[in-house]
């Protein structure tokens, strides 16, 4: 995987990776196992510190994983990766150990994160949980702190998406319904 176009985002501006309410990726590590799902629940909280909240449901292995390590990453998968993101909303790891290979996952890092990141996304939220065992038991809500971020600049720069400017395949998704996505569509600037 070429990481030439991906660049660091600053964590104060990192709540934007997700505020127009993508379809991600959650991906956690524990003891040598890896997992990833998908969640269309996910949303901005803070930006000093920069933090997030996401949706888990308490028979995946992806908040099994999270809930030991303390760590998970938020991903935002493209048009050309709905399904993929599809596979892995709907199957387990519990079921299939090869989950993620025949969902056709490539995981790498980033320098200095000891997480599984999605490779082909246009943005990554590394996170530290904050925990909330009350919050988390009764709603199945997640508090991350959002301790690094980066996106591909040929969409994600200078702070914003550039989802015009950028090949319509690095679109964001939105999932629906029964196997529906809908991407990310046209920017309406009503500031300038």
Known sequence: MSIDHIAPVELEKSYRLVNHGPTV????????????????WVCGLDY??????????????TRKLLEKSGTFVVQVPTVNQARLTYDLGHSSLH???????KAGVELFQFEGHDQPFVAG???WLSCRLLPEIAV????????????????????FRDGHWRFEEASPSLRSIHYV????????????NVAE
Request: charged content about 25%.
């Open 25 to 40: 990726l959650v991906s956690a590590r524990h003891a040598g196992i890896d997992d990833v799902m998908a969640a269309a």
């Open 48 to 61: 000093r510190p920069a933090k997030l909240t996401v949706v888990l449901d308490s028979a995946t292995m």
């Open 95 to 101: 079921d299939d150990p090869e989950k993620l290979k």
């Open 121 to 123: 996304c246009t943005a």
């Open 136 to 155: 988390q038991d009764r709603y199945d809500l997640f508090i991350g702190e959002i301790v690094g971020a980066w996106a591909d600049a040929r969409v």
């Open 177 to 188: 319904a029964g196997g529906q996505f809908y991407t990310i569509g046209d920017a309406v």
